[in-house]
């Protein structure tokens, strides 16, 4: 079957500009994680929704960064006035429920977000 | 959430087996050790996972030590694709907040 799939690949922006990303889960999987993994660092945990809300933000880094999942299925995140330091690919991960300690998560390519 | 200690980087010959060692000395008695793997420009994918004893998939085996504090993944014939880094991850097994809390892994180089 599909697996996650996100887009755009690449995203080139200038400095001050609003950027979407978009994360198109696997069917059925209830939650849904964004990342951000900076270069030869591991995946960094930004948000995770369970159904359409947002279980735990915490890892948002500022305001300018936030995310959407109206109907449970795709998610968007979104950052405003984007900052050269919001440079790093931007991956996506769902799982079937979650919240236990053997749920697997299923990892998109990642969007690469490029700030100039 | 509890942290794990892996090497940086560990080199192998193909078709020749791989042990990836991850310490965990302060993991929790409920928390199930994970181990994903990233290839090159490729988002993370799950390998394996264990809570006490060891585990055998298609893809690799997990060696849990007696006293849980280290595990050690095993390749048992490294091929050119398995090239990758290696995240061993703990995650508590129930009132999880559900996301994985990564380190830097360990850079797997295969030389054929």
Request: hydrophobic share 30%; proline share 6%; net charge neutral.
């Amino acid at each position: 079957g599909a697996g996650v799939s996100q887009t755009p690949s690449n995203k080139v922006t200038e400095k001050g500009k609003y950027v979407e990303l978009r994360c198109d889960p696997i069917s059925g999987h209830t939650a849904l994680y964004w990342y951000r993994q900076s270069l030869g660092q591991g995946p960094e945990f930004l948000i995770y929704f369970q159904g359409t809300g947002a279980a735990d933000d915490s890892g948002l880094p500022n305001d300018r960064f936030f995310a959407v999942r109206p109907e449970g299925s795709v998610s968007t995140l979104k950052i405003q006035r984007t900052e050269r330091g919001d440079s790093a690919v931007y991956l996506c991960a769902s799982s079937f429920q979650g919240v236990s300690g053997f749920d697997e998560q299923f990892f998109g390519p990642g969007t690469r977000l490029t700030v100039l | 959430d509890a942290k794990t200690t892996q090497p940086n980087s560990m080199e192998s010959n193909e078709e020749e087996p791989v042990h990836l060692p991850c310490n965990h000395s302060t993991i929790s008695g409920t928390d199930y050790i994970h181990w994903y793997r990233q290839l090159p420009s490729q988002g993370p994918e799950y390998v394996i996972h264990g809570l006490t004893s060891n585990v055998n998939n298609r893809m690799a085996s997990l060696a849990i030590a007696e006293d849980r504090k280290s595990s050690t993944l095993i390749l048992h014939r490294a091929t050119l694709r398995d090239a990758a880094v290696y995240y061993c991850i703990l995650r508590p097994s129930r009132g999880s907040q559900g996301n994985l809390i990564f380190g830097k892994g360990t850079k797997l180089s295969v030389k054929p």
